[in-house]
């Protein structure tokens, strides 16, 4: 499968611990996407990446996320200090550079925050 | 702030029903406009895009959608629905700029009993 894909599909934790997903994206694509999808609602994004440059970050995203790109492939998003709000699955995405770049997601990570 | 509306969060059809699925966009510039499916337990997937042209575009598995400029509106329909057509179905739009991500609606969750 040459789709995005994600690790791990779910991850269950305890409130206060810090977790991190990882974001495998399509090999070609220079744009990587996070969003996060609470249920009854759609993905909400919250930051972005053009190669190894994180260029825009939604509010949504505290000082307790971190997310990076460091070699402009895969990407990590961490979240340290884990809250019960944090419960949520987490989508990555991917696409070529270009207005109108169609975004390919992966399955997403499942977190649940006990 | 760009936003989205999907009017309706649940929709229930029998097979060969015919489905449309509203959507509004609160944005006076250009934009991208999508629709976006996710099947029970997949990844989403794009069903169809408009960036510019037909305002009549077609999809995959017989959907279509009809971006209307003047209503701020991008519908998607088809004639006949059939029971592998139950999943979510998501409105998503992008300010025509480099670097705007998509914003989503809430999801309209289709049921189609046989």
């Known amino acids: 499968d040459t789709g995005v894909s994600q690790d791990p599909r779910h991850k269950i934790t305890k409130r206060g611990q810090n977790v991190t997903f990882r974001c495998d994206p399509i090999s070609e694509h220079n744009r990587l996407y996070w969003y996060r999808q609470t249920l009854g609602q759609g993905p909400e994004f919250l930051t972005y990446f053009q190669n190894e440059a994180q260029l825009e970050k939604s509010r949504l995203l505290s000082d307790r996320f971190s997310a990076e790109r460091p070699k402009g492939s895969f990407s990590t998003l961490e979240i340290q200090r884990t809250e019960q709000g944090d419960s949520a699955m987490y989508l990555c995405?991917?696409?070529?550079?270009?207005?109108?770049?169609?975004?390919?997601f992966g399955e997403g990570s499942r977190l649940t925050v006990l | 702030a760009q936003s989205v509306s999907q009017h309706n969060h649940h929709v229930i059809l029998s097979e060969a029903a015919s489905l449309e699925l509203g959507c509004n966009y609160s944005y006076g510039g250009t934009v991208n406009l999508f629709w976006y499916v996710q099947y029970p337990g997949q990844h989403l997937q794009l069903l169809l895009k408009?960036?510019?042209?037909?305002?009549l575009v077609k999809g995959i598995k017989g959907f279509e959608a009809e971006f209307i400029k003047s209503k701020f509106s991008f519908n998607l329909r088809k004639p006949s629905v059939q029971w592998s057509d139950t999943a979510e179905y998501f409105c998503a739009v992008r300010m025509n700029s480099g670097y705007s991500t998509l914003t989503f609606g809430k999801g309209t969750m289709l049921l189609v009993s046989p």
């Open positions: 408009y960036f510019s042209g037909d305002p």
């Open positions: 995405a991917s696409s070529l550079g270009g207005v109108g770049g169609e975004l390919f």
